[in-house]
């Protein structure tokens, strides 16, 4: 069974930053996407980034030049700094893993990030 650790998260002010660690473990497939998603209340769970195990990566559209995910080549983690935050990045974030070739779909437990003054 595959497993998700996510750590970091928290409390923050408008404009200052975090990051969020998450890492899987157990038997993965090489060929995979990680990522995060967040989920604000009342509203759907969005992407927020992910990166792909031979080292490309994606983003939402409301965090493209504020966040930044890395992730090393074929490594099973990967680390999510969040700059300039802003009140409407409060939000459940969640670490996903989805393998491309089996289609297996994991998720993480999830972790709080709130941004208010």
């Known amino acids: 069974q595959v497993e998700l650790v996510e750590s970091g998260g928290g409390s923050v002010q408008p404009g200052g930053s975090l990051r969020l660690s998450c890492a899987a473990s157990?038997?993965?497939?090489?060929?995979?996407?990680m990522g995060w998603y967040r989920q604000a209340p009342g509203k759907e769970r969005e992407l927020v980034a992910t990166?792909?195990?031979?080292?490309?990566?994606n983003y939402g559209s409301s965090v493209k030049g504020r966040f930044t995910i890395s992730r090393p080549f074929r490594e099973s983690f990967v680390d999510l700094q969040m700059d300039s935050l802003e009140p409407e990045d409060t939000a459940v974030y969640y670490c996903?893993?989805?393998?491309?070739?089996?289609?297996?779909?994991?998720w993480g437990q999830g972790t709080q990030v709130t941004v208010s003054s």
């Open positions: 996903n893993l989805l393998e491309l070739h089996s289609r297996r779909d994991f």
């Open positions: 157990g038997i993965i497939d090489a060929v995979n996407v």
């Open positions: 990166a792909h195990s031979s080292g490309w990566s």
